[in-house]
């Protein structure tokens, strides 16, 4: 049996702080003592709520949201609402009032504060119904190592990854966990980089669709200056996963530094798709088009890339490409 306690808690960060009293919140009330209720106002939803009385009010505080009134209305009412349907656990109208939070208040900070911690909450929750319904499971123990991860608890972590690789050492995934994991240990030196690399290795015998190890052995691969392997690495993953821009970048980048310009055009412009907000995408692509003689889309790449430097700075210690 695992022990959840303090470990997935802490990995979730249950909104415990923004709602702190949720089972008392609202009012436990037998189905049969409940009646159908008249149309009631706005006001008066709100303060059957804040009386703990939130069955009564959850629909009136729905209609109200997706209403047509005033946006500070809308917002009180959206906000009580959630709070009341995570009182009551009730997930699938929590879950509304959280997409039409968001649509009608993308911006609003008050909504967008408690949107992260409704969605922690709701996170917290599945994750307890995980370890009460199947705590050995595969999933409970992946779970429950991420959370170990989450806490510096690198040691244990591994060893968590170790038993079950132990045990089922062809699920797909778990090799994958493991070498990231020893490579995000903050202790990390050569044997656990080797060790990392032969633990995605394996994740590919396993699973040969795994874009995220073939991507991390390209990385692995292009900080050693291996960059045929490192260009064989990343191509795999951008053709496992079209959508993978760090892969196509990658692919780009340790083409252009073999000084292959033509074939580095291709995967950057993909690149520059899927991240064109990026502003290296821009500059390693035009120094590409440059190199191959295309100078006039060179040079509107390097724009973009002034331009996007100009919004963002670089982080301190970094300098811009000249």
Not at 147 to 158: D, H, I, N, S, V
Not at 162 to 189: C, M, V, W, Y
Not at 288 to 299: I, N, P, T, V, Y
């Amino acid at each position: 049996m695992l022990k959840y306690s303090g470990k997935i808690a802490i990995a979730l960060l249950a909104a415990s702080s923004l709602f702190p009293n949720a089972s008392l919140f609202a009012q436990t009330t037998k189905p049969s003592a409940v009646k159908p209720a008249p149309a009631i106002t706005t006001e008066k939803a709100i303060d059957l709520a804040q009386q703990g009385r939130c069955k009564e009010a959850l629909p009136t505080l729905k209609r109200v949201l997706s209403g047509t009134g005033s946006s500070d209305t809308r917002k009180q009412a959206g906000l009580v609402g959630l709070r009341c349907a995570l009182a009551l656990d009730d997930r699938d109208a929590s879950v509304d009032f959280l997409r039409q939070l968001q649509r009608v208040f993308p911006k609003d900070p008050d909504v967008l504060f408690v949107v992260v911690h409704a969605y922690s909450d709701l996170s917290s929750r599945a994750a307890q119904d995980l370890g009460r319904f199947a705590p050995n499971s595969v999933a409970a123990h992946k779970l429950n190592a991420e959370a170990l991860e989450l806490q510096g608890k690198w040691g244990e972590a591994e060893r968590e990854y170790d038993d079950l690789i132990e045990k089922q050492p062809n699920t797909p995934g778990l090799h994958f966990l493991l070498g990231r994991l020893l490579l995000s240990r903050p202790d990390a030196d050569a044997a656990a980089a080797e060790r990392a690399k032969q633990e995605f290795l394996k994740e590919l015998e396993i699973d040969p669709n795994n874009a995220g190890a073939a991507y991390i052995l390209g990385e692995m691969a292009r900080k050693d200056e291996n960059w045929d392997e490192a260009i064989a690495r990343f191509s795999q993953a951008a053709k496992l996963d079209p959508n993978f821009a760090d892969a196509f970048l990658g692919w780009g980048s340790c083409l252009v530094t073999m000084k292959r310009y033509d074939e580095a055009i291709a995967p950057l412009q993909a690149a520059e798709r899927l991240m064109a907000w990026n502003p290296a995408v821009h500059y390693t692509l035009a120094t590409a088009l440059s190199r191959s003689g295309h100078k006039e889309e060179a040079e509107k790449e390097f724009e973009i890339h002034r331009s996007l430097t100009a919004k963002s700075p670089p982080a301190p210690g970094g300098d811009k490409p000249q």
